[in-house]
């Protein structure tokens, strides 16, 4: 006898939906900006929107027509940092590695198609800073989820990723055999690469964290891609020899 899951309560379920789709703006969204891009009836968004407000959950602008995240958002979001286990090590790792290659480094967990970035080490010499931590990006045009999506089947990557797949750049990998086959690749040399797929002028370098199975985390390395591939290769090889050990402390840690 199959036991079915219980419906999801709508009014929550549209709330996170709401708030996701705020989260995932770079512009506050009007009222029909959000309706247009949720599909909810007008009179249960406009009521969702107004308690939202008033939880601090969401913030208006001046003229009160436009909605963005709000700092309660943060707050939460803060408080999954502040809890996790494993990020204390990670942070200690991305600082040593960051010191040794000089370069840009990121911990980042898989979170269903996307990669969500938890820490972040800046390159000493990078010009300006890019806010990663909290950033989520699609799985498929970062080496970070590239690396994790190789922890899965082909079978799980096709169920698992949007069909058509999105590109950020004119380098973004779209089609589903193209990325297969370069799954394929990583599983067989361990880490992965990607030139310019999710950013302009930006390569990347990326080891999953083998503390869990199938991996859930990894370390990447950003870098100009001018790089020459002589120069990647050092990188490369101290990424892996950092996520090794780090692997190792969370295993010893009994971090799970």
């Not at 601090?56 to 963005?68: I, K, L, P, Q």
Request: glycine share 6%.
């Amino acid at each position: 006898m199959s036991m079915e899951q219980p419906p999801l309560v709508k009014s929550a379920e549209r709330t996170v939906r709401i708030l996701e789709t705020l989260a995932e703006s770079h512009d506050h969204l009007t009222l029909s900006e959000l309706q247009q891009r949720t599909g909810f009836p007008r009179s249960s968004l406009h009521a969702l929107m107004r308690t939202l407000v008033e939880l601090n959950w969401v913030e208006t602008d001046s003229a009160r027509s436009a909605f963005g995240i709000g700092p309660h958002a943060l707050l939460t979001g803060t408080a999954y940092l502040d809890k996790d286990p494993a990020l204390p090590f990670a942070q200690d790792c991305l600082e040593d590695l960051r010191d040794e290659i000089g370069q840009t480094v990121h911990f980042a967990r898989r979170d269903g198609a996307h990669v969500l970035y938890l820490a972040t080490r800046e390159s000493r010499e990078a010009d300006h800073i890019i806010p990663r931590v909290g950033r989520r990006l699609p799985a498929h045009v970062t080496a970070l989820g590239q690396v994790l999506l190789a922890q899965l089947t082909d079978d799980e990557v096709e169920a698992l990723l949007p069909q058509p797949l999105g590109a950020l750049t004119e380098h973004t990998i779209t089609d589903l055999t193209k990325l297969t086959g370069e799954l394929d690749q990583v599983r067989t040399r361990g880490w992965s690469y990607e030139r310019e797929q999710g950013t302009p002028g930006v390569a990347c370098v990326a080891v999953a964290v083998d503390y869990r199975i199938p991996a859930t985390d990894a370390i990447s390395c950003s870098m100009p891609a001018a790089l020459a591939p002589a120069d990647v290769e050092p990188i490369t090889e101290a990424i892996i020899k950092h996520t090794r050990k780090l692997a190792a402390t969370l295993r010893r840690e009994g971090i799970r």
